[in-house]
């Protein structure tokens, strides 16, 4: 049994016979681009007709340039739809050292961050609080995720009677009594 060569790179894309009798033509190995092989910037630099290079540039995902020498200055220039401040970015991005973190610190003042001695919050009113419930009732209401009193006083009670297996009165008026409880 023959097995069917499937090209993983271009996800069974294959190029046409017209477009392998123009890599050909410009002597240039068909197979190098699924292999990404040839940037853009090449196919156009061997004569490679500009609609028939950006073709495979999209279709095989091909790489601009592999040279950035100016590259991104121009390509910033033909984008559409970029502010100034974009083609800006997009044209100093060429250098090797654009994403580099190393920044002179002599001129920096560095100010420590401490640490705040208390919360930024207040802490949380424990359910046991709450007039009526009980130790036994915090463990209950723990089970569904009721751990504070500021929790229990927007729960829907119903739900929460049906899922704890409790009356739906006295889930009410628990959520009743931690609401009179929080200011």
């Known amino acids: 049994m023959e097995e069917e060569y499937v090209d993983d790179v271009a996800e069974g894309e294959s190029l046409t016979d017209e477009e392998r009798d123009a890599l050909e033509a410009a002597d240039l190995d068909p197979e190098g681009v699924p292999e990404k092989q040839y940037s853009y910037r090449a196919l156009l630099d061997e004569d490679i ?10 279709r095989f995902s091909l790489p601009w340039s592999y040279e950035s020498d100016g590259d991104l200055d121009r390509r910033s220039s033909e984008v559409r739809g970029l502010a100034d401040s974009e083609r800006e970015w997009i044209a100093v991005s060429g250098d090797e050292d654009w994403q580099s973190f190393d920044y002179e610190t002599e001129d920096v003042d560095v100010v420590p961050r401490e ?10 009113t424990p359910v046991t609080a709450v007039t ?3 130790p036994d009732d915090a463990e209950k209401l723990a089970e569904a995720g009721i751990l504070s009193a500021e929790r229990l006083a927007t729960v829907n009670a119903f739900e929460v009677a049906s899922a704890l297996d409790l009356d739906v009165l006295h889930v ?12």
Do not use: F, I
Not at 49 to 58: G, I, M, N, T, V
Not at 115 to 124: A, L
């Open 172 to 183: 009410r008026t628990w959520r009743h009594n931690a609401r009179e409880l929080l200011p």
């Open 115 to 124: 640490k705040p001695d208390e919360r930024p919050y207040p802490k949380p």
């Open 49 to 58: 007709d500009e609609s028939l290079a950006d073709e495979l540039r999209r």
């Open 132 to 134: 009526g419930v009980g």
